[in-house]
């Protein structure tokens, strides 16, 4: 099943602009792409329906909330079952300052990006994650020394 949703390049201005500040007026954002507003808000309504947009947030800045320090978390596995997966998601939800999780193909079964204050919020993180998984064969972090690029920002697919 392909759930590709056919953008055109009004749409993808749109999504370039309400990207960088989804606060952006509509009157703004239609008046940058060429559109009248109704027309514009009409584009990013069916935009929001048809889950492109999947939601608006506010980007918090980690250094100013106490959250500065990110760390990239390898974790390997002796169990692959359906329970073991259960603990693994319901330990990794209840912990905020997991960012991401992914299911990696390779050496890695589960990269995680956090966000923490210092070295001692990951080592409450790592504590946390061995006590409540079973099973875990390796867990490896790295610290990221300086963020070279980081952006929200999908690309326009093909471009």
Same mark, same amino acid.
């Given at each position: 099943?392909?759930?590709?949703?056919?953008?055109?390049?009004?749409?993808?201005?749109?999504?370039?602009?309400?990207?960088?500040?989804?606060?952006?007026?509509?009157?703004?954002?239609?008046?940058?792409?060429?559109?009248?507003?109704?027309?514009?808000?009409?584009?990013?309504?069916?935009?929001?329906?048809?889950?492109?947009?999947?939601?608006?947030?506010?980007?918090?800045?980690?250094?100013?909330? $106490?959250?500065?320090?990110?760390?990239?978390?390898?974790? =390997?596995?002796?169990?692959?079952? *359906?329970?073991?997966? +259960?603990? @693994?998601?319901?330990?990794?939800?209840?912990?905020?300052?997991?960012?991401?999780?992914?299911?990696?193909?390779?050496?890695?079964?589960?990269?995680?990006?956090?966000?923490?204050?210092?070295?001692? $919020?990951?080592?409450?993180?790592?504590?946390?994650?061995? =006590?409540?998984?079973?099973?875990? *064969?390796?867990?490896? +972090?790295? @610290?990221?020394?300086?963020?070279?690029?980081?952006?929200?920002?999908?690309?326009?697919?093909?471009?």
């Amino acid at each position: 099943m392909n759930d590709l949703v056919e953008l055109d390049s009004k749409d993808w201005a749109i999504l370039k602009l309400l990207q960088r500040d989804c606060s952006t007026s509509i009157q703004t954002v239609a008046d940058a792409v060429g559109l009248s507003v109704n027309p514009c808000w009409r584009r990013i309504k069916r935009m929001e329906e048809s889950g492109v947009i999947a939601g608006r947030v506010a980007l918090l800045n980690p250094a100013k909330v $106490g959250a500065a320090t990110c760390v990239f978390v390898t974790v =390997r596995t002796r169990r692959h079952d *359906a329970e073991w997966l +259960a603990a @693994f998601d319901s330990a990794i939800a209840g912990m905020d300052e997991i960012m991401e999780c992914h299911r990696m193909a390779g050496d890695i079964d589960y990269l995680l990006k956090l966000r923490v204050s210092d070295i001692g $919020g990951y080592d409450r993180i790592y504590q946390e994650l061995i =006590r409540r998984v079973p099973d875990l *064969a390796d867990v490896t +972090a790295s @610290f990221s020394m300086e963020e070279l690029k980081a952006t929200t920002a999908l690309p326009r697919s093909g471009h």
